[in-house]
């Protein structure tokens, strides 16, 4: 059981390259996120998932897009990479916890982090 | 607008002590509030968290203190180790939209430093 694992670990480009972050868990988990935290910044939510399928926006979506094609997968996009996305992203991923006749989310549930990436945009 | 804060960027304490982590928040709205604990290179950590509707939440050498008056809560590590240096951050959960998923809003961290 590997929990979140983020691929890759490093990644340097320079400004207007593409690339794309690979983020997967087995722990058969509905909800996955993509965050980046900047100094002083803290961790801000770029996009994230409900399932299979769905995407949504967070705090901070400009300039990335992502794709849930599998349960076990979120990707993170950039397709114009620009210095300002000089970051280190981080992904997560959370359950969702039937309680009775109505699915509830587990608010209990703490979100799960892999290590992260360090992206550097010259 | 920031609405986690996390006023003190550092803290010194000596092992043994009590460490206190201190966290303020504006936005009414959240439902929970969660504690993460992050060493250099690693993701963040869950260590704990406290409903909106408690005070109190306590896991061994962790106990979250929850001011709602205030829109303060506060981490309490005693004794605190020196395993426990590490950047520890806050973090509002609040329910996003009409659906059953929920979003975090993270403070700046607070890097404590535990002398042996």
């Known amino acids: 059981n590997a929990g979140v694992t983020q691929t890759p670990k490093f990644r340097v480009l320079k400004t207007g390259q593409s690339m794309t972050l690979l983020c997967a868990q087995d722990m058969n988990h509905e909800y996955m996120y993509w965050y980046r935290q900047d100094p002083g910044m803290g961790l801000r939510l770029i996009h994230y998932s409900v399932g299979e399928g769905t995407t949504a926006k967070g705090e901070v979506p400009d300039g990335y897009n992502v794709s849930r094609l599998k349960k076990q997968n979120f990707l993170l996009g950039l397709e114009s990479a620009a210095p300002s996305q000089t970051s280190v992203y981080f992904c997560?991923?959370?359950?969702?916890?039937?309680?009775?006749?109505?699915?509830?989310?587990?608010?209990?549930?703490?979100?799960?982090f892999g290590p992260g990436t360090r992206l550097t945009v010259l | 607008d920031q609405q986690v804060k996390q006023n003190s960027p550092s803290l010194s304490v000596q092992e043994g002590r009590i460490s206190i982590l201190n966290c303020d928040y504006t936005?009414?709205?959240?439902?929970?509030f969660l504690w993460y604990k992050k060493y250099p290179a690693e993701g963040p950590t869950f260590l704990i968290s406290?409903?909106?509707?408690?005070d109190k939440n306590e896991d061994g050498r962790f106990t979250v203190f929850l001011n709602k008056s205030a829109k303060h809560l506060s981490l309490h590590i005693v004794p605190s180790q020196p395993g426990d240096s590490a950047v520890y951050f806050c973090?509002?959960?609040?329910?996003?939209?009409?659906?059953?998923?929920?979003?975090?809003?993270f403070g700046q961290g607070t890097t404590l430093q535990v002398k042996p």
């Open positions: 973090a509002g959960h609040v329910r996003v939209g009409s659906g059953n998923t929920g979003k975090l809003i």
């Open positions: 997560a991923s959370s359950s969702k916890r039937s309680r009775g006749l109505k699915n509830i989310t587990s608010l209990r549930s703490p979100q799960y």
């Open positions: 406290i409903s909106s509707i408690k």
């Open positions: 936005n009414s709205m959240f439902d929970y």
